[in-house]
């Protein structure tokens, strides 16, 4: 297929699936991997290949700001990362100076009101690192219109073992009571400032794990997942759409269940309960596929054959 009608073939593409994305999610979170096997696969250096990908990474910011996606998360260098070769970490690291300080003077971050954070152990990072980091914060600080987490340092078991750390301190101080804890204690102890749960994870370049990213508030959250085989300098539109739309079937699966398990129990609940169950058949009925519709009349004799209340 040559050049110009490969072109028309993904724009008609990229149409149709804005066309069908209906609802987006409010948080998305992405892995981007391959940025080394792409810069092999172009006989390039790693260096080379991380900032093809950086660039990718401006245009995602821009996808998810057109769709009405609010927060976006970039996994940008794990823990694992401070075992690559020296070399390579400190090409990374000028990298992410360079890419933080332009994020944080570029006129279409001031325009949108994106707010830049740091999620991870930032204080292992050099010094040049952090500062850009603390450059990069200090001049969005002001914004809350879209947020753009960078982690950086970043392990998900390594946060959740601090957090209770910290919980487990606080109890034996006798400054916070076992019956105390609840979601709200483990996440004030986990950022600084609240992380909205993660509704979309993306992960490029062909494999299918999420990589020990965003446990407590993606897994919680049980979010969706969107595995694609392209590197990540050559993640495209369409493939962010199809992740948006992976999302939104997900969805649409959840509120099935929902409204299906609600209508299995309607028969078998004392009244406080019953009303509950009504409420959620009545929220998610029209996720149900026609066949399992019930009308009004089944809902009402549910209704009055349902157990007394003591």
């Given at each position: 297929m040559n050049r110009w009608l490969r072109e028309r073939v993904d724009a008609a593409y990229e149409q149709l699936l804005s066309r069908e994305i209906d609802g987006v999610p409010t948080h998305v979170a992405v892995i981007q991997d391959g940025n080394r096997r792409y810069a092999r696969r172009q006989g390039a250096d790693a260096t080379d290949g991380h900032r093809a990908g950086a660039e990718t990474t401006e245009r995602v910011l821009e996808w998810c700001q057109e769709v009405g996606v609010e927060e976006l998360t970039l996994y940008a260098f794990s823990t694992e990362n401070f075992d690559r070769p020296a070399e390579e970490r400190e090409a990374l690291y000028d990298l992410l100076c360079e890419k933080l300080r332009e994020f944080a003077d570029a006129e279409r971050v001031h325009d949108n009101g994106v707010k830049i954070r740091a999620l991870g152990a930032i204080d292992r990072l050099p010094e040049r690192v952090r500062e850009a980091v603390d450059y990069a914060e200090e001049r969005t600080a002001d914004y809350d219109r879209f947020v753009l987490n960078i982690a950086l340092a970043y392990g998900g078991r390594s946060e959740l073992l601090e957090a209770a750390r910290g919980v487990a301190t606080d109890v034996e101080?006798?400054?916070?009571?076992?019956?105390?804890?609840?979601?709200?204690?483990?996440?004030?102890?986990?950022?600084?400032?609240?992380?909205?749960?993660?509704?979309?994870?993306?992960?490029?370049?062909?494999?299918?794990?999420?990589?020990?990213?965003?446990?407590?508030?993606?897994?919680?959250?049980?979010?969706?997942?969107?595995?694609?085989?392209?590197?990540?300098?050559?993640?495209?539109?369409?493939?962010?759409?199809?992740?948006?739309?992976?999302?939104?079937?997900?969805?649409?699966?959840?509120?099935r269940t929902r409204a299906r398990r609600a209508l299995a129990l309607l028969g078998a609940m004392s009244d406080p309960e019953l009303a509950e169950a009504r409420s959620i058949v009545d929220r998610f009925r029209d996720s149900l596929p026609t066949a399992e519709q019930p009308d009004e009349d089944e809902l009402e004799g549910v209704d009055s054959s349902g157990p007394a209340a003591d």
């Open positions: 101080a006798g400054e916070v009571d076992p019956e105390e804890i609840d979601v709200e204690a483990i996440e004030r102890r986990l950022y600084d400032e609240p992380v909205r749960d993660v509704d979309l994870i993306i992960r490029t370049g062909g494999d299918e794990r999420t990589s020990n990213f965003l446990p407590w508030h993606a897994n919680g959250n049980e979010a969706a997942v969107f595995f694609c085989t392209p590197y990540w300098p050559e993640f495209s539109k369409p493939d962010f759409l199809r992740g948006i739309r992976t999302y939104e079937h997900r969805q649409e699966s959840w509120r």
